[in-house]
């Protein structure tokens, strides 16, 4: 009669110590979270309520003819060439292409992606970060929007002289 006992009142602590946890006790259970997050709501401010202001592109550092200039450089397996539009001295790339990049290389992902196009863009020039895997090609990048800028800037150039 005793085991039964013991048997039965140690089923019953396990049981009611299961049962404990389940109780919404602290904060971060239970409908109590829920009604704080919609309390919060209601007091703080809406950020998409706001006007979002586009913050001015980057204007390039040297001084450029308007137009559309192709520079190449050679890559890892084949040459890059980069498109660039110079419009009121601000560079867009307008494309990245490559001759013979193969797939297996880094570059040939960064050129498909637009993460070099995004990194001219940004910087306004060559003045670009390497990309882990696509060093070489990175290199052939730089070396090519060094190419089309310096056209812009042989155009000016030549622009000033028959201005003289």
């Known amino acids: 009669m005793k085991g039964k006992a013991y ?3 140690g089923t019953a602590a396990v049981f009611m110590l299961a049962l ?8 971060g259970s239970g409908s109590k979270d829920a009604a704080s997050a919609e309390q919060l709501a209601m007091r703080t401010d809406d950020p998409w309520a706001e006007v979002q202001m586009q913050p001015e592109r980057a204007v390039a550092d040297a001084s450029y003819v308007d137009g559309v200039y192709t520079g190449t450089a050679p890559a890892m397996e084949g040459l890059v060439s980069v498109t660039l539009l110079v419009d009121e001295n601000r560079i867009t790339c307008l494309e990245v292409a490559q001759e ?4 297996s290389r880094g570059g040939f992902e960064a050129i498909r992606d637009g993460k070099y196009a995004a990194m001219i863009e940004a910087a306004q020039g060559s003045g670009i970060d390497a990309i882990s895997g696509a060093t070489i090609t990175t290199a052939g990048v730089k070396m090519a929007v060094e190419d089309a800028l310096s056209q812009a800037e042989a155009k000016e150039t030549a622009a000033e002289n028959e201005g003289e």
């Open 100 to 103: 013979g990049e193969s797939q």
């Open 20 to 27: 404990s946890g389940c109780g919404a006790s602290f904060e």
């Open 7 to 9: 048997t039965a009142a």
